[in-house]
């Protein structure tokens, strides 16, 4: 399991972890995933509170789209830009169907998610 404040960081050493992100899930997050040869087995991202046309949660279908399962947690219950507060306090909100195959469920805290999909 990796925590990172800003999914800019992320890499193919990633590859089969789950990636606890401090970042918004928006487009541009996204393409930080879908641009990795070697993909993580699941990403969290702060739901940012939507944001217009869902725009801070736009990465649950990407990513989805590419075969990775991705979650957000409330901006409500952890800081944007701070992994380990959503990582400790993080509430999942939203997540995208290949998240909730693997056991991924609304009001699951990140810290519970993230350890069964460490299991898996």
Known sequence: MFLLNSIAHISNSHTKAV??????GGRSSAEFVIALKRKPSCVFFNDAGGGKEDAGK???????????PC??????????????????????????NLARLNGVGLAMTVK?????????
């Open 71 to 96: 979650a957000c947690y409330s901006h409500m219950s952890a800081r944007i830009g701070d992994a380990q507060d959503g990582y400790e306090h993080g509430i999942v909100t939203e997540m995208n």
């Open 19 to 24: 990636v606890i992100s401090g970042s918004h």
């Open 58 to 68: 736009v990465a649950l279908s990407i990513l989805e789209a590419h075969g990775v």
């Open 112 to 120: 519970d998610a993230a350890n069964l999909l460490s299991q898996l």
